[in-house]
Structures are given as structure tokens and as C-alpha cells.
């Protein structure tokens, strides 16, 4: 394709030109707090993507799992959520360590809405709800708090588009690359199988989730 053919967007009042303002209600619904409705689909999502920037303004967004009601809400304005065992990067947290704004997106498997929360994150070593982010006796090391400074409610639009609760449409996945064969292929591993890769992968990921 030639770059001259693509016609870009470079201010927001081209960017209007093309979508028009929302009404005023796509505004009011940022609540800025976690009322009774946040706090239930808080505790009942065993799934969260949290985004985070460095102090550059390059992006990271990482997901973040654990049983349902494992992301303590501490009051109305503020939430913590463990940080778990990974692969040592610490992409999310260095970010936090120089940019402390995130944003959350909280997922329940079946339900097509979504909750944003957007706020300020500071790391935690030690605190006394620690205790409450113990999972399978596990305590973690450092976890997330959260001034939330937005908070609303995302519709069901992206999730009926792409059918991602319905199983007839999910790909086969026979037809997809294993980890193990797409890390052997991205790292040019040798004297190893993609198999003998994917079977220490997947016992890590049974054995070290906590």
C-alpha cells in the first residue's frame, strides 16, 4: 500500500469532523467511584486487564487473574489487587514506579458489559488486607492500590461483535501454534522440541501459579 493513500487523523477537531460529540449522558456515566453495582462485578470478575505507561508514554497492558472476589475494594474510592507470580519482568510495575496512572478493565465471563475504572497506582509491600490477598496460602510479595479517580460501565457492543461467549464461533485449536512452537520458532531455540517446550510451560503454569 502506498503511505499517500492513507489519510490520517492528526487533531481533535479533525477527529470530530468525523464522529460527532456524544450526547451527554456517554459523560455523565462516569461516576468516579465504586458504588453498590461496581463493588458486584468487582467481586464476582476472576479477570482483569490493567494498563499502565511509562514515563514516556509507552504503553504496556497486562492481564491479571485469580478467583472471583480476589480484587479487594478497600472503600468507595479505592481498590487493591494482588500481584502474582510471573516471568520477573515486572512491565506493569516499573511502569507504575514512574507513571502511576492505569486503567483497569474488569471482565465476567458471560456478561457482555464491561467496568473502566481509571485512577493512580502506588505499589504496595505490606499492608494489613495482605492477608485478605492470600490465595492458596500464598501471600503475595507486592500488590496494586488504586485511587479510582473514573468509573463506568462499557457496553456490550465489542462483545457481540466479536461472539466471544459463544462457542460455535472459537476457533479450532489444532490450528493454532503452541507456545512452545511459537517460542522455539521467535527465540530460535535449539536442541530443544516445541513439544518437550510446551510440556515444562504448561507444568510451570500448573505448578507456580501462586
Known amino acids: 500500500m502506498n503511505p499517500s493513500e492513507i489519510r490520517t487523523v492528526a487533531t481533535e477537531a479533525e477527529l470530530r469532523e468525523i464522529v460527532v460529540e456524544p ?29 499502565t505507561s511509562n514515563a514516556d508514554g509507552a504503553c ?7 478467583p472471583a472476589g480476589s480484587v479487594l475494594v478497600l472503600d468507595d474510592h479505592r481498590l487493591v489487587l494482588a500481584d502474582r507470580p510471573g516471568n520477573h519482568r515486572l512491565d ?3 511502569n507504575i ?4 496512572h492505569v486503567g483497569l478493565l474488569f471482565i465476567v465471563p458471560g456478561m457482555n458489559e464491561t467496568l473502566r475504572v481509571n485512577g493512580r497506582a502506588t505499589l504496595v509491600s505490606d499492608a494489613p488486607f495482605f ?14 492500590l488504586v485511587d479510582v479517580e473514573e468509573l463506568y460501565m462499557h457496553c456490550a457492543k465489542a462483545f457481540l461483535r466479536s461472539s466471544l461467549w459463544r462457542p460455535e464461533t ?13 517460542a522455539k520458532d521467535q527465540l530460535r531455540i535449539k536442541g530443544v522440541s516445541a ?13 507456580n501459579q501462586y
Open 23 to 51: 450526547r451527554q449522558n456517554a459523560w455523565d456515566k462516569d461516576i468516579g467511584r465504586i458504588d453498590e453495582h461496581a463493588r458486584t462485578i468487582i467481586a464476582h470478575s476472576p479477570f482483569v486487564l490493567l494498563a
Open 60 to 66: 504496556d497492558l497486562s492481564p491479571r487473574g485469580d
Open 92 to 94: 506493569s510495575l516499573r
Open 97 to 100: 514506579v514512574h507513571n502511576p
Open 131 to 144: 492477608d485478605d490477598l492470600t490465595v492458596q496460602g500464598k501471600r503475595p510479595r507486592l500488590a496494586v
Open 170 to 182: 472459537w476457533p479450532d485449536r489444532g490450528g493454532l501454534p503452541t507456545l512452545g512452537r511459537i
Open 195 to 207: 513439544k518437550e517446550l510446551d510440556e515444562g510451560l504448561d507444568l510451570d503454569a500448573r505448578t
